[in-house]
């Protein structure tokens, strides 16, 4: 890997440089998701569904892109990063225009399930080519950023979702997904290939070499089942921060605007961590970001149930923000540096079904354990099964570590 681009190879890889047609797209794109994910219940609402369906329907495109991961590692492993990045804009989209005009609650379920594997491509095509491009002494960098630009995208959405809903009501906001969706798609395709390197990548015909993700997952078992389970934890931890914090600060008596500023300041913390993190990994390697993360959210869920003032949830949050920002990239950079040459989007597809698999566990793990206990139990239950991730990614990270790797187990292939 030479760290340069194909249509460049007399220049050094740069970030800079490539920063329109490697990021551009997951930006627009995931300022629309950000401007729509508020408003999904209040839509449901405004057609007829109860609170309890309204609910449901906020994890319709979560499952959705769970059960598109490693469908769409595969349509860019055949087609190439910068035609699926084409095809996925045009089809979220589609999807948004759907739920804009949507006559009934079942075409605004069928818009919303559309629109969740578009997800997967964009973030899997942009991994996919800077895991090729990017040299590894900048590849955690260009991952954190990526990481961070969708961060971005996801904190503008709602300000400028706020006065469209409310001129037009919550489905408005969809509109903002549509062009977000369309300018992603124009960028991609007036972008130059980018051309990412070895089997598996674009090609100048267009098409790549097929691979079968039996074979990939069997290849690479290993990784999978060790640095893949610690990718697992961290979702688990990221998702449940997410569920656990609003409902300890109900229960101890903040309300709903208070649990949102503790969300904002701490969603900005996220945002300010992100290339940060990619510099510390890149110059210190995986661990000192794997584990703090892990640890800083393990600790955070363990003394949550401690609080009952704002001060002292935002003080928890805001600990927990620091893991999250600093864990920016973290799930795309250890998938980048296991990723084989040859089925390299496919093998990215299964890394984010892992990763997905935590996100999607971690409201059931909370759901099941505040039923048979509290919330404040499945706090700490959850913080437990972090600092064990933790310490499991601390036991094997190390092999797969760019810079910590034994020369024995070398490069992927």
């Known amino acids: 890997m030479d760290g340069r681009t194909d249509g460049a190879r007399d220049e050094p890889f740069s970030l800079r440089r490539i920063a329109v047609p490697a990021f551009a797209p997951t930006a627009l794109w995931s300022v629309g998701l950000g401007a729509t994910a508020p408003v999904i219940a209040l839509s449901a609402r405004d057609l007829g569904a109860s609170v309890a369906v309204a609910a449901l329907f906020v994890g319709l495109g979560t499952v959705s892109e769970l059960a598109s991961a490693i469908p769409a590692g595969l349509l860019v492993d055949r087609v190439g990063e910068r035609r699926a990045l084409v095809v996925a804009g045009v089809a979220d989209a589609a999807a948004a225009l759907l739920a804009l005009l949507a006559p009934t609650l079942w075409v605004f379920a069928l818009a919303v399930v559309l629109a969740g594997p578009t997800g997967a491509v964009f973030l899997l095509a942009r991994q996919s080519y800077l895991t090729a491009a990017a040299p590894e002494s900048m590849r955690a960098r260009a991952m954190s950023t990526l990481g961070g630009v969708a961060?971005?995208?996801?904190?503008?959405?709602?300000?400028?979702?706020?006065?469209?809903?409310?001129?037009?009501?919550?489905?408005?906001?969809?509109?903002?997904?549509?062009?977000?969706?369309?300018?992603?798609?124009?960028?991609?395709?007036?972008?130059?290939?980018?051309?990412?390197?070895?089997?598996?990548?674009?090609?100048?015909?267009?098409?790549?070499?097929?691979?079968?993700?039996?074979?990939?997952?069997?290849?690479?078992?290993?990784?999978?089942?060790?640095?893949?389970?610690?990718?697992?934890?961290?979702?688990l931890a990221r998702s449940s921060r997410v569920v656990v914090v609003p409902l300890w600060a109900e229960s101890v008596g903040l309300t709903a605007a208070q649990t949102a500023l503790v969300f904002g300041v701490a969603g900005l913390v996220e945002v300010l961590l992100f290339y940060p993190a990619g510099s510390l990994m890149d110059r210190r390697g995986r661990v000192w970001v794997a584990v703090p993360v892990t640890v800083t959210l393990g600790v955070g869920l363990l003394v949550l149930p401690l609080t009952s003032t704002l001060a002292a949830v935002g003080a928890v949050s805001v600990l927990m923000a620091v893991g999250n920002g600093l864990g920016s990239g973290i799930v795309m950079t250890l998938g980048a540096d296991a990723a084989p040459r040859t089925g390299r989007a496919a093998f990215l597809g299964v890394w984010r079904l892992l990763s997905l698999v935590g996100h999607n566990g971690a409201s059931l793990v909370v759901a099941a354990v505040a039923a048979a206990a509290s919330i404040g139990a499945a706090s700490v239950a959850v913080g437990v099964l972090t600092l064990g991730g933790g310490a499991w990614l601390l036991r094997w990270l190390p092999r797969y570590d760019p810079r910590r790797r034994d020369p024995a187990v070398g490069a992927p292939d």
């Not at 969809?174 to 972008?191: D, E, R, T």
């Not at 790549?208 to 039996?214: Q, S």
């Not at 069997?218 to 934890?233: D, I, Q, S, Y």
Request: charged share 10%.
């Open 151 to 235: 961060r971005i995208g996801l904190f503008v959405g709602p300000f400028l979702a706020a006065p469209v809903v409310h001129a037009g009501g919550p489905r408005a906001a969809f509109a903002i997904a549509v062009a977000g969706g369309l300018l992603a798609a124009g960028v991609a395709w007036g972008s130059p290939d980018l051309g990412a390197h070895g089997p598996g990548a674009t090609v100048p015909g267009g098409l790549v070499v097929r691979t079968r993700v039996a074979a990939v997952v069997r290849e690479h078992r290993g990784v999978l089942a060790t640095v893949g389970l610690g990718v697992l934890a961290i979702g």
